[in-house]
């Protein structure tokens, strides 16, 4: 079972690592033409292995921050490090008092 941390972002753990996961939506594409059918389903994956929840929830951050840049919402390097700043600290107070 996950632990849901934002939308779409999710983490698991096993005795030596937390699994940073993303959840989202994708057209399902046939497998034999490998053209869309125009149905969505459900996608999950494993973004990498971490030791530290710390650790995890910086690449998630690193990770949000680049999203935002691709959609050109980000255009200087200081808007990426107040963007950054801002996602971190959401992030830590989701965590607060763990």
Same mark, same amino acid.
């Given at each position: ?6 939308d ?32 969505? +389903?459900?996608?999950?994956e494993e973004? @990498?292995?971490?030791? %530290? $929840? ?5 690449? !998630?951050?690193? *990770?949000? +921050? ?5 959609? @050109?919402q980000?255009? %200087? $390097? ?5 963007? !950054?700043?801002? *996602? ?6 989701l965590?607060?008092?763990y």
């Amino acid at each position: 079972m996950d632990v849901i941390i934002t939308d779409g972002w999710s983490f698991t753990a096993d005795e030596n690592q937390y699994i940073l996961v993303h959840t989202f939506m994708k057209p399902k594409v046939d497998f034999k033409t490998r053209k869309p059918t125009g149905e969505m +389903v459900e996608k999950r994956e494993e973004v @990498g292995y971490f030791k %530290t $929840v710390t650790a995890m929830l910086r690449r !998630l951050a690193e *990770i949000l +921050v680049r999203e935002k840049i691709a959609d @050109g919402q980000i255009q %200087t $390097v200081r808007d990426y490090i107040d963007e !950054l700043e801002h *996602i971190e600290k959401k992030l830590h107070e989701l965590c607060r008092g763990y």
